[in-house]
């Protein structure tokens, strides 16, 4: 019963979306990364574009109005990553703060004498467990263009991987999917990926992903979407667990 009102109540949502031709026209034509998609691809995934609008609330941070336009370019990017698996795995939370630029986090730290030092990091987004997805507009416009970088996808990913409570680089998978056979292939990708970076070699894909190993994931999540050649190159057991997670295979798609 919940079930068929859930299912009636979306498709009244799409049947009064007013978003007109010209601005997902518009919105399609700002994200190189989507162009692989077929038409049935396109179709669902502004079908699921409009449900993220209905469900999600969009807040400007530092005085920013965010436009329709600006809301229609980061929602199509969120909804990538779930084309195949449902609107359902970003419940729980409802906002979605933009600031026109990167902002800053305060953090401390204290080092091996004892002192406690406090540092400002310049970020481009981030995710809470159970709170918002904090966005930069001027990354965010720019994150689909198939060069490997996009914090939509990044944090994204980062909230399917809290989906059970922890930001480890282990989101919970497919009934189909083996959960050791993950945990070996990124356990490995990453050690391996850590030593290649501290000797200073260049694979192509953001240094940052050595962070940590939820970094790990959401950092190869981006490539996995937009370079998926360099992934399949580099990792291709990453790029395999990936494309079971997410049920898609950009790598054919983009070809």
């Given at each position: 019963m919940f079930r068929f009102l859930r299912e009636w109540s979306e498709r009244r949502v799409l049947e009064r979306a007013e978003i007109a031709?010209?601005?997902?026209?518009?919105?399609?034509?700002?994200?190189?990364?989507?162009?692989?998609?077929?038409?049935?691809?396109?179709l669902r995934l502004m079908e699921l574009t409009?449900?993220?609008?209905?469900?999600?609330t969009f807040e400007g941070a530092r005085g920013l109005e965010v436009t329709r336009r600006m809301q229609l370019v980061i929602a199509l990017q969120a909804c990538l990553?779930?084309?195949?698996?449902?609107?359902?795995?970003y419940d729980g939370w409802t906002a979605v703060i933009v600031y026109p630029s990167g902002f800053a986090r305060a953090q401390t730290f204290v080092d091996e004498f004892g002192i406690e030092h406090e540092v400002h990091e310049e970020l481009s987004g981030e995710?809470?467990?159970?709170?918002?997805v904090v966005l930069a507009w001027d990354d965010a416009a720019r994150g689909g263009y198939d060069d490997g970088y996009n914090p939509v996808i990044h944090e994204f990913a980062h909230k399917l991987d809290l989906l059970n409570g922890d930001d480890n680089g282990f989101?919970?998978?497919h009934a189909d999917m083996d959960a050791a056979d993950w945990s070996r292939v990124f356990s490995a990708g990453y050690d391996d990926f850590c030593r290649r970076s501290e000797l200073g070699e260049d694979l192509g894909i953001d240094d940052y992903a050595a962070t940590a190993p939820g970094e790990f994931f959401a950092v190869l999540s981006e490539v996995f979407f937009e370079t998926p050649d360099l992934l399949q190159a580099s990792y291709?057991?990453?790029?395999?667990?990936?494309?079971?997670?997410?049920?898609?295979?950009?790598?054919?798609?983009?070809?």
């Amino acid at each position: 019963m919940f079930r068929f009102l859930r299912e009636w109540s979306e498709r009244r949502v799409l049947e009064r979306a007013e978003i007109a031709p010209a601005e997902w026209e518009q919105a399609f034509a700002a994200l190189p990364l989507l162009d692989g998609l077929d038409d049935d691809e396109c179709l669902r995934l502004m079908e699921l574009t409009v449900l993220f609008l209905h469900r999600k609330t969009f807040e400007g941070a530092r005085g920013l109005e965010v436009t329709r336009r600006m809301q229609l370019v980061i929602a199509l990017q969120a909804c990538l990553p779930i084309l195949e698996l449902g609107l359902d795995c970003y419940d729980g939370w409802t906002a979605v703060i933009v600031y026109p630029s990167g902002f800053a986090r305060a953090q401390t730290f204290v080092d091996e004498f004892g002192i406690e030092h406090e540092v400002h990091e310049e970020l481009s987004g981030e995710a809470w467990e159970r709170g918002p997805v904090v966005l930069a507009w001027d990354d965010a416009a720019r994150g689909g263009y198939d060069d490997g970088y996009n914090p939509v996808i990044h944090e994204f990913a980062h909230k399917l991987d809290l989906l059970n409570g922890d930001d480890n680089g282990f989101p919970p998978l497919h009934a189909d999917m083996d959960a050791a056979d993950w945990s070996r292939v990124f356990s490995a990708g990453y050690d391996d990926f850590c030593r290649r970076s501290e000797l200073g070699e260049d694979l192509g894909i953001d240094d940052y992903a050595a962070t940590a190993p939820g970094e790990f994931f959401a950092v190869l999540s981006e490539v996995f979407f937009e370079t998926p050649d360099l992934l399949q190159a580099s990792y291709p057991d990453i790029y395999q667990q990936l494309r079971r997670f997410y049920r898609q295979d950009p790598l054919a798609r983009l070809r």
